[in-house]
């Protein structure tokens, strides 16, 4: 299975007198232009998606809905294991489910990168991975989805991605 994560855009700062429910701070008008321009870069990589789960959270489902519309992904599914205060364990465990070869997860900080240092070392080094908002990175789990299985394909920052979708 090959995993394609992709942090959620630029969204508004955390303001509780705006949204007291802090899944609903959306993303910022500037966050989802260049984001747009970034999933047109996911495109241009030329990388298949059999399926999109994103975290139901405003911000990370509306850059999902991005990736549909300007990088021709699938529309997205809601699914809770993406959002913010999952434990990565507990995100990896609803994974090995999964029966598509190749699946976008669209979330938050720090659990997608928690994810991908489990799939890449183990329990034992946690690797400090940066994917910056907007970014994204493959790994490919052969044999599943398992700790410690996975290899990195690529890690492609967002300033990278818009210079690819112009």
């Known amino acids: 299975m090959d995993l394609y994560l992709v942090r959620h855009a630029i969204a508004e700062p955390r303001d509780a007198a705006r949204w007291p429910d802090d899944?609903?701070?959306?993303?910022?008008?500037?966050?989802?232009?260049?984001?747009?321009?970034?999933?047109?870069?996911?495109?241009?990589?030329?990388?298949?998606?059999d399926i999109?789960?994103?975290?139901?959270?405003v911000r990370a489902w509306h850059t999902a809905e991005l990736l549909t519309e300007e990088a021709g992904w699938p529309i997205p599914e809601e699914w809770p294991?993406?959002?913010p205060q999952t434990p990565r364990g507990e995100c990896l465990d609803a994974l090995r489910d999964r029966q598509e070869s190749a699946v976008g997860?669209?979330?938050?900080?720090?659990?997608?990168?928690?994810?991908a240092s489990l799939l890449?070392?183990?329990?034992?080094?946690?690797?400090?991975?940066?994917?910056k908002k907007g970014g994204s990175m493959c790994l490919r789990c052969d044999g599943g989805v398992e700790a410690g299985t996975a290899?990195?394909?690529?890690?492609?920052s967002p300033k990278i991605l818009v210079s690819l979708g112009r």
Request: aromatic share 4%; no cysteine; charged share 25%.
């Open 120 to 131: 890449l070392a183990g329990d034992g080094r946690p690797q400090r991975l940066e994917l």
């Open 23 to 49: 899944s609903q701070r959306p993303l910022t008008p500037a966050g989802i232009e260049r984001f747009r321009a970034a999933a047109r870069g996911l495109r241009r990589l030329g990388d298949e998606v």
């Open 105 to 115: 997860l669209v979330g938050h900080q720090p659990l997608l990168s928690e994810l």
């Open 151 to 156: 290899a990195l394909r690529w890690s492609v």
């Open 81 to 83: 294991a993406l959002e």
């Open 52 to 57: 999109v789960l994103a975290s139901p959270h």
